[in-house]
């Protein structure tokens, strides 16, 4: 049985012997022995969760309790810190047990984990509230309870949650849905904000990494991932050097021994001399620490660092290919890969918002670019041995492993250990080199480059509510101008290529840009429409509407086509070839070269209502680009269009009747 289920279990045995009373109006004295979990009651100064009740990662004693005590400062009246304490256990309890309705939402209890913290982060606010706003006995109620929230003004409510916003960005919305719906009293109004949390300024940690910055930390990490094998060949070979000497030698002369190994060990492609595209902070003479741009690092221990920030690397290639959380990645499993169809998966788990202890196993899309940096890693753990059950090795100290804090240290470490040849380090470019900023990041890529992008970002990246997916994709406050950006240079390049090849378009919109071109071809420069400036194109064809890739629709403003059934409305879903507006690219016309063969072939063979069908379509090709026609009059074309009359195209391009009733006559 999952943690949450044992939590809610316990909660409903306690609410079906106390449902008849609500627990914020209970006397105090029935209230102080409710069992809040199976290791305390209301009334004791500590409270206690079962570790079973919390995910195997956050079971460490300070994970588990709430120690009230922590709200008396020691000085004062100690029936007041002891009326706030009661009143704040009031609270705790509440959170703990309802569910409740409130502007569309069901708000439930929180996860046990969750509910510890809020409880721990609402102490020190007691305390604070007692000490600092200057409560007095004046303000007791029943019971001998204090008020803590309800008598404050808007101003100092505001003044507290800014000093302690972590609290109040958890409460806020449960103590609104609360007063709202009458369980509480305790509370100024139904509609308080919550604060947001701003970043401090110079603070990128929550925030998608630019351009600029990511290009520089993908770029040095596919780096490390490709001189893996030397690095590591090399750190081998050279890490026992001096320890199986017949005489013994001293720490020293092995010291000497390992760095003059080092010095001359080399590869096909690391010799010394060798130039680094970034520089890496690495161990040196006297373990002191300097920026290295060339092969050979000095000592065993600046090897072991380089096979170290390789590893790194490959934890970015996969947290950057994936999207994972970070400790979606640090629980990866050495047989995480595998393969469906011809495509790669990458195997895991996911441990946010799942009652299972061991998380909940879930596949990930695997990129065969980051194939590499997986098989790497498997190599480092055959030749190093894994001394684990993940995918990551262990060096010692703060480094990799299945640990989620050391994990995160170690990609911070690899922005500090990363530098450009100029020095500055990688995470100087765009701030610290934070796991989830790799999500972030993702989530603005995507979102800029594809179509449907919230809706592909929430499965891919595991989200529980699309709002999530759509809070990470506007992080970056220039997002949507960038969309907007974007929408208008792609229409506008396409714009662009239709006036270029107005030659070779296809489609009856062709003759219009034809006749436009010429016209004012001779007020522009002869190269005015060679660069890279769209305006002119797009004075040309005015506000063209982008159907489909290579399909456009100069139709303008009032103006009527085929697929619109008053001025101005119109459905570009239902364009079709025939339609005066219709301007498809030059580079379609190998397509429809392709499909007109298809046609021939097929419509050979058919007969009936499928003889019109396919009689259709070859028209229709024909539409678009009627100089293909002498091309496939003599494959078939006459059989293809058998039973048809000058009737049959009548309703096509001159050109198109034109060639038809020239080639077959009156009947064919």
Request: overall charge neutral.
């Amino acid at each position: 049985m999952t943690f949450k289920r044992l939590a809610n279990d316990h909660i409903d045995s306690l609410l079906m012997e106390n449902r008849s009373v609500g627990l914020w109006w209970e006397e105090w004295e029935t209230l102080k022995d409710f069992q809040i979990t199976p290791l305390s009651r209301v009334c004791d100064p500590i409270w206690r969760i079962p570790s079973e009740w919390a995910a195997a990662g956050d079971r460490r004693d300070h994970m588990l309790t709430v120690d009230f005590t922590k709200i008396h400062s020691g000085v004062g009246d100690d029936r007041i810190f002891d009326a706030a304490t009661r009143r704040i256990q009031r609270h705790c309890v509440v959170n703990a047990v309802m569910t409740v309705r409130y502007q569309g939402r069901t708000l439930n209890p929180p996860a046990p984990g969750t509910w510890i913290k809020m409880c721990q982060l609402m102490l020190p606010v007691t305390r604070y509230l007692v000490a600092s706003v200057g409560m007095q006995e004046s303000v007791f109620i029943s019971e001998g309870e204090l008020e803590l929230f309800g008598g404050l003004s808007p101003e100092k409510l505001s003044e507290i949650m800014s000093l302690f916003p972590s609290c109040f960005h958890l409460w806020v919305p449960r103590l609104n849905a609360f007063l709202a719906n009458g369980v509480i009293s305790d509370w100024p109004a139904p509609d308080v904000e919550k604060p947001l949390f701003k970043p401090r300024k110079g603070d990128h940690a929550s925030m998608p990494f630019s351009d600029q910055a990511l290009t520089q930390i993908l770029s040095a990490a596919l780096w490390l991932n490709d001189i893996h094998g030397d690095v590591l060949s090399a750190y081998i070979e050279t890490k026992d050097v001096g320890i199986y000497s017949s005489e013994r030698r001293r720490h020293s002369e092995q010291y000497r021994a390992r760095r003059v190994a080092v010095a001359e060990w080399k590869s096909e492609s690391m010799r010394p001399g060798v130039r680094f595209p970034y520089g890496l902070l690495l161990a040196g003479a006297r373990k002191e620490k300097s920026v290295k741009t060339e092969w050979p690092p000095e000592t065993v221990s600046g090897l072991r660092r380089l096979v170290f920030l390789c590893q790194v690397a490959r934890l970015i290639i996969i947290l950057f290919a994936t999207g994972q959380r970070i400790g979606e990645a640090a629980a990866l499993p050495p047989d995480c890969l595998s393969a469906v169809d011809d495509s790669k998966v990458l195997n895991g788990f996911r441990f946010k918002d799942v009652d299972a202890t061991q998380g909940e196993a879930r596949s990930w899309p695997f990129p065969q670019a980051a194939v590499r940096a997986i098989e790497n890693q498997l190599d480092l753990l055959k030749r190093l041995g894994s001394g684990g059950e993940t995918l990551w090795r262990s060096f010692g100290g703060r480094a990799i492993d299945s640990g989620l804090l050391k994990t995160e240290h170690a990609v911070l470490s690899f922005g500090r250990s990363v530098t450009m040849l100029d020095g500055t380090p990688l995470e100087q470019l765009d701030g610290p080199t934070t796991c989830h900023r790799f999500r972030y990041s993702i989530a603005r890529l995507i979102g800029l480059a594809l179509a449907g992008a919230p809706q592909v970002l929430y499965d891919v990246l595991g989200h529980a509510e699309i709002e999530t997916t759509m809070g990470y994709q506007l992080r970056s406050p220039e997002f949507h101008d960038m969309v907007n950006q974007i929408r208008l240079e792609v229409k506008a390049v396409q714009i662009k290529e239709a006036v270029l090849g107005h030659e070779t378009n296809g489609g009856r919109g062709a003759d219009l840009v034809g006749t436009v071109m010429r016209r004012l071809l001779p007020s522009y420069a002869p190269d005015a429409l060679e660069t890279d400036d769209i305006e002119n194109a797009v004075k040309i064809l005015g506000d063209a509407e982008v159907v489909r890739p290579g399909v456009l629709c100069l139709a303008q403003p009032l103006e009527r086509g085929a697929c619109s059934s008053s001025l101005g409305i119109r459905d570009v879903g239902a364009c079709t070839p025939g339609c005066t507006h219709r301007l498809e690219q030059s580079a379609l016309r190998q397509d429809r070269r392709n499909k007109l063969s298809y046609l021939i072939r097929t419509a050979e063979a058919a007969s009936g209502g499928s003889l019109v069908f396919y009689q259709g379509q070859l028209l229709s090709c024909l539409e678009a680009f009627p100089d293909l026609l002498p091309e496939v009059e003599d494959k078939g074309l006459r059989n293809a269009l058998r039973g048809c009359t000058p009737a049959t195209w009548s309703g096509s391009r001159q050109e198109v009747r034109d060639r038809l009733t020239r080639l077959f006559g009156n009947s064919l």
